[in-house]
Every structure is written in C-alpha cells, then in structure tokens.
C-alpha cells in the first residue's frame, strides 16, 4: 500500500506539469528525422504511424474515468506488464499484473481482430485458468491525434499529443508524449473533466520497440481445452487489463 501510494503522488506531481493537455513489422526509417525544438517531428503523416510496436508499462491510476457497462466509473490501481501489438494484423498480447489495494490480479489476455475473440489467462491459488470471451477491445481511433506542443521530459525532448479519448467520451482529456529522435512512446495521461470526479491516470512505457514479436501471439494449451465448471465461475470476476483501456494505438 505504501508504494501504491508512493506511486500515486508521484504520478499526481507529473501530471501536474502536464495539465496543457485541457495491430505486420513496423517499416517507419526514422534515421533522417532531425530532432528540432519547436516544431512537431512524430506522425507529421500516416506513414509514421506504427503498424506494430511492443513496450514494457506501468500505470497508475488515482480515481480515473473508465468506461464500464454502466457508464462511466472511477478507480484506483497500480498495473505493470508488457504488451505486444499488430495492428495491421489485428491482433494483440498483454502480459498484466494488477493491484487495487484490496485485490491482485496476474494474467495475460490475447486478442485477435480476425475472429473478434479474446482468451484470458490467469493464475488463481497457483492454478492457470483460461477463458474464452467476445473480443472487448479495437483499434483507437487516430483522427483524434493532434500535435499541441514541445514537452521536456528530464532530458528527453518530446512531442506532445492530445489523443481520441474513444470510450471516455467527453469525460476525460488524454494526452501523449513521444520522443522526438525516433517517435517512441514515452508516457501517457488521462485526466477527468466535465464534472466528473477529479481523478488522473498516467502510463509510462519502457524499453519500447517498434514492431511486435509474433510468437506472442500463440495460445497455450490451457486455452484450447474446454473450460470446467470452476472456471465458469471464476470467469464473472474477471479482472482485465485497464492499459489497453488508454493505448493511444
């Protein structure tokens, strides 16, 4: 609890600084982007845009908007993990854990666009389970994207992003900042508005890459099998992963 805590005020004094925010390889050749102070250098077209990448996270949240069944709800947590994306192929990797205080959560969750199913896999007790489920998640939306100004993060000049809140709707700013010498995610931010309780979200990613490893993408046995009925049960209080909740692709 002490380092959730820790985390959490940590991720409220960076976002702080940054309230002006009011699924194939990747191909992109970013060796001949010069990294220039005052102007926008990341997405300037499509064709900058990662097809695939994949990064290590963690993600803080403290009272954030999420969208649920019954609209929209706050919550608190602390996840970590690792995610592997194809977008063009549509499909993706998520290795999670998560922590709300009360409950944790270690799992993974394939998902692939071609036949709209995700399998999620998690360890309860020290026993894996898998489960079968309509897929619940799609690409964002990049119409959304748009450049709002130079960011400094330590040393490290960005560009930052605001970013199509999809589900939020309009209860939520999203933000983005990605490193300007080769377009790497660098963090993201979420931060309710329009009277909704206050609340904020922030992701940061690590050891990122641009292109997605495919042998991710391959089931274990466990979730082949038919499901038994102690696994039905379990499935009701699935936890899933909030991070791709706020990818910004």
Not at 105 to 115: A, D, H, R
Not at 172 to 185: A, E, M, P, R, T
Not at 216 to 242: A, E
């Amino acid at each position: 609890m002490k380092l959730l805590l820790s985390l959490i005020l940590l991720m409220t004094i960076a976002l702080n600084c940054c309230k002006s925010f009011s699924m194939g390889t990747n191909k992109i050749d970013y060796s001949n982007i010069e990294n220039q102070v005052g102007q926008q250098q990341c997405f300037t077209s499509s064709s900058q845009l990662p097809t695939s990448y994949s990064s290590s996270y963690v993600m803080v949240s403290f009272n954030g908007n999420y969208p649920t069944p019954s609209g929209i709800q706050q919550s608190s947590f602390l996840e970590s993990g690792f995610v592997n994306i194809d977008l063009f192929g549509k499909q993706l990797y998520v290795d999670f854990l998560f922590d709300n205080g009360n409950t944790k959560t270690k799992g993974k969750l394939w998902g692939f666009g071609s036949n709209s199913t995700q399998y999620v896999s998690v360890n309860v007790n020290g026993d894996d389970y898998c489960f079968q489920q309509p897929l619940s998640y799609s690409a964002p939306s990049l119409e959304g994207l748009k450049y709002i100004s130079d960011f400094e993060l330590g040393t490290v000049q960005c560009d930052m992003f605001s970013v199509n809140p999809g589900d939020l709707g309009n209860s939520s700013n999203v933000g983005l900042l990605v490193d300007k010498s080769d377009c790497s995610l660098i963090s993201g931010s979420t931060e309710n508005i329009n009277n909704t309780p206050s609340g904020y979200t922030l992701t940061n990613y690590y050891y990122y890459n641009p292109s997605a490893d495919s042998s991710f993408f391959q089931l274990p046995s466990i979730c082949l099998n038919q499901p038994n009925s102690k696994q039905l049960k379990l499935k009701s209080s699935l936890q899933l992963p909030n991070v791709l909740g706020n990818l910004p692709f």
